[in-house]
Structures are given as structure tokens and as C-alpha cells.
């Protein structure tokens, strides 16, 4: 089993940053490839990001692509998702997710889930 622990949402305007982070424990951190997805209001769930187990591969989304960057920090069990040049469009609940397989497919089902954390961003 492996929990995730999402932190760090909030309220921003337009073009500020926020940084969002995933704490995950129960398992070796490093076995799972960990991903971001976000879910606006009356939206279906949506892929973010994504960034294999050793951090050497990432992969994002078309719409934040050069906005947003994934990470991982092995030694604190924990992937961050860097959020810049914020959009109103950005708005959603935001979760983050762990597989032990590495996938670019957005539609890739993963085995662990977070809670949730909520970024809102005002025009």
C-alpha cells in the first residue's frame, strides 16, 4: 500500500506560481513512477504530468507545458508539481497519483490515489 498526502493548493491570481506537494509513504518511493491529474468543476479528470520512479523521465500535457514543472525528491518521499504563470483555466482540485509503471498515456489507470488539494486561480 502507499499513501498519498497532496499540500500546498490555495488561491492565486493570474499569472502567479504556486508549488504543490505529494507526500507518499508505506512503500519504496523510488519503485513508483508518480503523476498529477486535476479535476475542474462538471470536468472530467484531466493528466497533468508525469515522472518515472529515478526522475530521469518526465512527461506533461500539452496546456501546461512550460508552465508547470514535476519533480521528485527521493530522500523526503515526496513529488512537487511547480506551477507558473497560473491561468483562471488552471482552476481544479489537483491529485496526484503513484504506479509502479512508468506511462506517457494519459489515460493510464493508477493503483494509488491522494486526496486532493484545491488551486483556484482569480482572474
Known amino acids: 500500500q ?5 499540500s ?3 488561491l492565486v491570481q493570474a499569472g ?13 518511493f ?3 513512477a508518480m503523476a498529477w491529474f486535476r479535476q475542474a468543476p462538471g470536468k472530467e479528470r ?9 526522475g ?8 501546461v507545458k512550460g508552465r508547470f514543472t514535476i519533480s521528485r525528491d527521493t530522500a523526503k518521499n515526496t513529488a512537487y508539481l511547480q506551477m507558473n504563470s497560473l491561468k483562471p483555466e488552471d482552476t481544479a482540485v489537483y491529485y496526484c497519483a503513484a504506479d509502479l509503471y512508468y506511462s506517457t498515456t494519459p489515460t493510464k489507470n ?10 483556484t486561480v482569480s482572474s
Not at 484531466?46 to 529515478?54: D, K, L, M, T, Y
Open 2 to 6: 502507499v499513501q498519498l498526502v497532496e
Open 8 to 10: 500546498g493548493g490555495g
Open 16 to 28: 502567479g506560481s504556486l508549488r504543490l506537494s505529494c507526500a507518499a509513504s508505506g512503500r519504496t
Open 30 to 32: 523510488s519503485f513508483f
Open 46 to 54: 484531466e493528466f497533468v504530468a508525469v515522472i518515472s520512479g529515478r
Open 56 to 63: 530521469v523521465y518526465t512527461y506533461y500535457a500539452e496546456s
Open 110 to 119: 493508477y493503483d494509488y490515489w491522494g486526496q486532493g488539494t484545491q488551486v
